[in-house]
T-cell receptor, first 113, second 114 residues
Framework: QKEVEQDPGPLSVPEGAIVSLNCTYSNSAFQYFMWYRQYSRKGPELLMYTYSSGNKEDGRFTAQVDKSSKYISLFIRDSQPSDSATYLC?????????????FGKGITLSVRP | EAQVTQNPRYLITVTGKKLTVTCSQN?????MSWYRQDPGLGLRQIYY???????DKGDVPEGYKVSRKEKRNFPLILESPSPNQTSLYFC?????????????FGPGTRLTVL
């Protein structure tokens, strides 16, 4: 089982839809959870960061972490064409080999006007 | 402006011709890393560096070399490129490895090896 699994997509939704992106993981040492967004022909950029379990909201974006289920989600409300990008989950632990950031494979989202 | 720069952005070369992709960051970061990104495989770490003169293998180091002689620079060297190294390459840096430290990525280098 891979350390981080992410739905491969692609995903296409109409403008205004609520989008749910998910990742599961197997390493219980992971404490730091991130979502990166990558536009076409660009490098990934940090979108959301959550430490341990719980929710974090930033505008139309909400990140959720459920450590008991080893499951993280990113919700996008009122999706816009400008949200069209590849979204990568990433996570790491505190020490040693676990401190390396481990990425999911990414899912490409397309928001249709 | 805080940034990671990579050069060249695009490169087409032939099998066996040595090449270097440069990477530089202006944020005084300790940790630097090289990734390759391939369809269906995601981002895979090639090499990383914890500090000057400290480098280590990532998940896919075969066929690559790196050096870290200065804190800001972390070049990626392909001594004898092969077609299976055709990929999109990203350099990244962060203050420290993992632990929630944001990784800043360069714009990418698209390499084609014929």
């Amino acid at each position: 089982q891979k350390e981080v699994e992410q739905d491969p997509g692609p995903l296409s939704v109409p403008e205004g839809a609520i989008v749910s992106l998910n990742c599961t993981y197997s390493n219980s040492a992971f404490q730091y959870f991130m979502w990166y967004r990558q536009y076409s022909r660009k490098g990934p950029e940090l979108l959301m960061y959550t430490y341990s379990s719980g929710n974090k909201e930033d505008g139309r974006f909400t990140a959720q972490v459920d450590k008991s289920s080893k499951y993280i989600s990113l919700f996008i409300r009122d999706s816009q064409p400008s949200d069209s990008a590849t979204y990568l989950c990433a996570m790491s632990g505190n020490t040693g080999a676990n401190s390396k950031l481990t990425f999911g494979k990414g899912i490409t989202l397309s928001v249709r006007p | 402006e805080a940034q990671v720069t990579q050069n060249p952005r695009y490169l087409i070369t032939v099998t066996g011709k040595k090449l270097t992709v440069t990477c530089s960051q202006n944020m005084n970061h300790e940790y630097m890393s090289w990734y390759r990104q391939d369809p269906g495989l995601g981002l895979r770490q090639i090499y990383y560096s914890m500090n000057v003169e400290v480098t280590d293998k990532g998940d896919v180091p075969e066929g690559y070399k790196v050096s870290r002689k200065e804190k800001r620079n972390f070049p990626l060297i392909l001594e004898s490129p092969s077609p299976n190294q055709t990929s999109l390459y990203f350099c990244a840096s962060s203050l420290l490895p993992g632990q929630g430290n944001e990784q800043f990525f360069g714009p990418g280098t698209r390499l084609t090896v014929l």
